[in-house]
Structure formats: structure tokens, C-alpha cells
């Protein structure tokens, strides 16, 4: 019997989750994050399981990994590249820097001053480098997965709206229950990744982005999903509503998240399973409160905003 799409991201989060124990629906959000060709924000402390869920990722379908450690002194060329004269020839060869894989991990992304974050812009809005009046493209699928400490960590820079616009959905893995903690420190010995293979190639996720891209959104969803949006804009604890561009995120990731139902249209339900993850980030708040804290309340308003809202039947 022929796999489906389903199938296939059940499999996967199964898979996923010997890994990243006790994280089933950040799992899944992940898988629909690349299902839906997007770039990931993973937004948290130190120390619970980013790096090991975002290798994890591309270990799943075999993707081509490199993973950038952001610090203070890191340069746009660290990440791009550099055109390196060769003397023997008398030209300049450009060295493809580690931007060119399939997956990158932006680690502790927010330690990079803005001119070395502004270097990801054009090749997570539009797959391709450009550099001394040359186009390189990149390879597909292509994702940056990033990661990033809160605000209140020292040597840590605010992302620019630009930025996280450019980000589909972010999310936060929190800490474990602890009877799963617990379990944890018993069971584990040596890196978890070490033994973690494959259960698909990159040619299974081209299969997934493009069965997203065939979902179908009725027009009653559509609207739902702008009144979703015009009333961010006129919340009166929220500065700045969503944008257009936000909207068509939201509609992404929704069409990728009606996957995991079979289906080959998009419900109310997909586009509120995705509302948080793919839209907290886009809004400014009227209040000064930083990190988690943003984070929590503005998950708080747009649940708020969801109830108050009128779905379709």
C-alpha cells in the first residue's frame, strides 16, 4: 500500500521523539515547519534539546548539515563565503561558506551583532547568496533553523523585526516533565545523535513541500484567517498587528499542518493549530515586558483573539 504524506510525518516525529524525549507537538510543528518550506526559531534556555532537534531534522532526511556557532566577532563571509585569490591562475575562485547546505543551524543566532544577522536575509527570503555582483543559488530543500537565548542572557542582541519576519514559525521546547527528566537520567548514555539515522532522503521532503503546496484553502478559511489578522491590528494592547506577508505564513504553515489529518484542504482548526507558533513573533506588544515574558503574552492575545473570533463551520 502506497505511503502517504501522513505516514510518512508520523514516522518521522516517532522517530524524532527517541531523540527529543517528551516533545511530541513541538515535534510536530517542526515537521510542518519544513513541510511547508519554512525557516525555524527555536527560542529557549540553554540547554534543552535545540541543537539535538534541529540535527536531528536534517539527519531524517539526509540532508547536507552545517551548523554556525554565532558569536560577537562572527563576519557576514564567515557565513557566506569569500572569494579567495589563486595566485597559479591569476583569479579569484569564491569558497562557498556554510550557508551552501541544506540545513543550517543559526546557533545562538541573537550573539551576532545585526550586520553579520543581516547576512541570512536574502538566502532565507530568496534561496540564493549574492556577493560582488554574482548570484549563487543555493540548495533545495533549504532551511535555517535557528536558535536563540532569551533577552535577559548577557551578550545577547534583539533580532530585528526583518529578521524574525523571516522565520515561519517559532517555538519553545521548555524543560521536561520530570518523571520524562528522570527517565532520562537513567536510561541515557553518550550523544543520542550517534546513533540516530535516516528514515527518508531529501527527495521525501521535496514530496511533502509539494503535497503542502497542492492543499487547498476555501474561501471561508481565507477570511477567517484575515479577520484572524485584522484583529491584531486593532487590539488595544498590541502596538503592531500582523502583516500581509504574516497571513501568508499563517496560510503555509496551515496547508502543511492539514497534512498530518490527510486531508487536501485547509480547516479553522489547521489554521488555530499553527496561530501561535506562526504569528507571536510578528507582533509588538504595547508593554515593555522582554523574552518568555513577550512570549507567554503574546501567545496569551492571540488565543484570546482566536476565541473571540467566529470560525466557519
Given amino acids: 500500500m502506497r505511503s502517504t504524506p501522513r505516514d510518512l510525518l508520523e514516522k518521522l516525529q516517532a522517530h524524532l521523539g527517541t531523540i527529543v524525549l517528551g516533545k511530541p507537538e513541538q515535534i510536530r510543528l517542526a515537521l ?3 513541510a511547508a518550506r519554512g525557516h525555524l526559531l527555536l527560542e529557549d534556555v540553554p540547554g534543552v534539546g535545540k541543537t539535538t ?36 591562475q591569476a583569479r579569484f575562485d569564491f569558497r562557498p561558506g556554510p550557508i551552501f547546505h541544506q540545513v543550517v543551524l543559526a546557533d545562538e543566532l541573537n550573539r551576532a551583532p545585526p550586520r553579520t544577522q543581516s547576512a541570512l536575509l536574502e538566502a532565507m527570503g530568496q534561496g540564493q547568496v549574492s556577493l560582488d555582483g554574482v548570484t549563487h543559488a543555493l540548495p533545495q530543500p ?74 487547498q484553502v476555501p474561501p471561508d478559511v481565507a477570511a477567517y484567517a484575515v479577520r484572524l489578522a485584522a484583529a491584531t491590528r486593532e487590539h488595544t494592547d498590541i502596538e503592531r498587528g500582523v502583516s ?11 496547508r502543511a499542518h492539514a497534512l ?28 515593555s515586558t522582554q523574552g518568555a515574558f513577550a512570549r507567554e503574552e503574546a501567545a496569551h492575545l492571540l488565543g484570546e483573539i482566536a476565541r473571540r473570533v467566529g470560525a466557519p463551520r
Fill in 244 to 254: 500581509t506577508r504574516a497571513v501568508l505564513s499563517l496560510m503555509s504553515a496551515a
Fill in 142 to 215: 533549504f532551511s535555517v533553523i535557528a536558535t536563540q537565548n532569551p533577552l535577559d542572557l548577557a551578550g545577547t542582541y534583539p533580532l530585528p523585526d526583518s529578521q524574525l519576519d523571516r522565520f515561519l514559525l517559532r517555538l519553545s521546547l521548555g524543560h521536561l516533565d520530570p518523571a520524562v527528566e528522570a527517565k532520562l537520567l537513567v536510561d541515557r548514555r553518550g550523544e543520542p545523535l550517534h546513533a540516530f539515522s535516516a528514515m527518508a532522503d531529501a527527495a521525501a521532503l521535496s514530496g511533502l513541500q509539494v503535497a503542502a503546496d497542492r492543499v
Fill in 53 to 88: 532537534l534541529a540535527e536531528g531534522l536534517a539527519r531524517c532526511f539526509s540532508l547536507s548539515f552545517a551548523r554556525v556557532q554565532f558569536t560577537a566577532d562572527l563576519l557576514p563571509s564567515d557565513i557566506l563565503g569569500t572569494q579567495i585569490f589563486v595566485q597559479s
Fill in 32 to 34: 510542518t515547519c519544513l
Fill in 260 to 287: 498530518w489529518d490527510a486531508r487536501d484542504f485547509v480547516s479553522p482548526g489547521d489554521v488555530r493549530g499553527v496561530l501561535v507558533p506562526a504569528l507571536s513573533h510578528r507582533l509588538l506588544l504595547r508593554t
